[in-house]
């Protein structure tokens, strides 16, 4: 049977948009990535046995509360201002109250390990100009990491953000990595859209969609023209083998791109 690389995932009623899960046909990302709408004045609870969890707001007001701590949180959007994201470790509660309409994602995925919760703030994950005058200036995006390896050494996961300027590329060079990782898409418009390629597959990108990238797969991306795109990425270690900046391998056909003049 042929993999699942992407996805084009609905809210239901409830506000819950599902997009990998430990058994749905995304299992292979070994992550479970949730996004979900809440009403203002509305509260979400989550608690994972045996699983590390992250919360990050993408857009709304909101209260997080855990551990005894409470503390508010704002965005108006992916597009201008930076993240907010709470990371926890198995079995500690989570509440997000939203003081007015609010998005948030949440991705989780197994571990044992018990460590002290963070609240990540814009400041701990500042944005940065990735790729700027290389492949005449059409790869320049801005870039954040809110948690690696290198940040949380005890996590299984990686979290991130990318803001590509429009019509730019990102994910350039092609490149792979031995770590599942899932992309979360959004657009500054509804109409906006993209390409994404995984493999020899491309698929197009739009507003909530999202792709699920296997082990070794090639992966970069494109905005159109006249259109922002942000991307969520998120990352699953493997055992042994966790995802680090020099464990990605741009492909050696395009490598003489580095020195190309455009």
């Known amino acids: 049977m042929e993999k699942k690389l992407f996805g084009y995932p609905e809210f239901d009623e409830t506000g819950e948009e599902i997009l990998s ?10 992550m479970d990535v949730r996004v979900y709408r809440i009403n203002g004045g509305n509260e979400r609870v989550f608690c994972r046995e045996g699983e590390e ?34 990371h926890v470790c198995t079995g500690t509660k989570i509440t997000v109250k939203a003081l007015e309409d609010s998005e948030i994602l949440v991705q989780c995925t197994k571990n044992e390990t018990v460590f002290d919760a963070k609240l990540y703030r814009p400041d701990d994950a500042p944005w940065g100009y990735s790729c700027v005058g290389k492949f005449g200036n059409v790869a320049k995006r801005r870039v954040n990491t809110i948690f690696d390896k290198e940040i949380a050494p005890y996590s299984n996961m990686v979290l991130g953000e990318v803001l590509n300027d429009r019509g730019n590329w990102s994910g350039y060079l092609p490149h792979r990595h031995p770590q599942p990782e899932l992309y979360y898409f959004k657009f500054d418009r509804p109409e906006g859209f993209g390409a994404s390629f995984v493999g020899d597959k491309v698929f197009k990108s739009v507003d909530n969609s999202f792709s699920a990238i296997p082990p070794q797969e090639l992966h970069p991306q494109s905005a159109a023209p006249g259109f922002q795109m942000y991307t969520c990425w998120m990352i699953r270690h493997l055992d042994g083998d966790p995802w680090l900046q020099t464990t990605r391998n741009e492909d050696e056909r395009y490598l003489w791109l580095h020195d190309a003049e455009f």
Do not use: Q
């Not at 430990?22 to 990302?29: G, K, P, V």
């Not at 993408?58 to 597009?79: H, M, P, Q, T």
């Open 21 to 30: 899960t430990y058994d749905n046909e995304y299992r292979d990302m070994l």
């Open 53 to 86: 969890t992250a919360v990050l707001l993408l857009s709304g007001k909101i209260e997080y509360c855990w551990d005894g701590l409470c503390e508010c949180a704002s965005r108006r959007d992916v597009f201008t201002e930076g993240p907010y994201a709470l």
